[in-house]
């Protein structure tokens, strides 16, 4: 029988939404069936410090946003004309068409979003007397720097790259 931490979690176990900065936030949930999730945090740089040229020690350099990356399947960018339809991620990310009604989850400067990143396990049952949890990946404030659109042979893809205004993602198990 196999542990806990031995059973292998993918994307096929993982949804990522997005979500507004409402107080009631509005949301899109985009299954990542065919793509990938990239989380890149890098720690603050140890500058230098010397004393009379001599090497005295470290200190703690400048913070860095966390960088992210997905991909995932997409039908249209535009969001369809009927008004129960949800926004596109596309909309979503960017605050347009469908999505024009939401609220940045910053007050001041271009549109950012918060991306929440819900990872559960295929097997569900209790191991070795505990159940598992599945994990929640939060990265606030994320904003998109770059879209890059491919047409593929079986189905679409849109690819969003881009920073979140935080040094790193905050990560939970329920």
């Known amino acids: 029988m196999a542990a806990l931490e031995d059973i292998t979690r993918n994307l ?3 949804t990522l939404t997005i979500q507004d900065g409402a107080a009631s936030p509005q949301t899109l949930v985009v299954p990542i069936e065919e793509g990938d999730l990239n989380i890149t945090e890098r720690p603050p740089e140890a500058m230098t410090v010397l004393n ?3 090497l005295s020690h470290f ?3 400048p913070d860095n946003p966390v960088n992210v990356s997905f991909t995932a399947k997409y039908v249209a960018l535009a969001g369809h004309t009927d008004s129960t339809q949800n ?5 979503a990310i960017k605050g ?3 999505a024009s009604g ?3 989850t910053e007050s001041c400067g271009p549109n950012t979003v918060n991306l929440i990143w819900t990872l559960t396990t295929p097997c569900s049952a209790a ?8 994990e929640t990946v939060t990265i606030s404030d994320f904003h998109a720097d770059e879209f890059d659109i491919n047409e593929g042979e079986e189905f679409n893809t849109i ?6 205004l935080v040094t790193a993602p905050t990560a939970a198990r329920a």
């Open 96 to 98: 347009t068409g469908k």
């Open 12 to 14: 096929r176990d993982a």
């Open 127 to 134: 191991v070795g007397g505990v159940t598992d949890e599945s």
């Open 159 to 164: 690819r969003v790259s881009g920073k979140a």
């Open 59 to 61: 200190a703690k350099g």
């Open 52 to 54: 009379r040229g001599a």
């Open 87 to 91: 926004p596109t991620v596309y909309e």
């Open 102 to 104: 939401w609220t940045s």
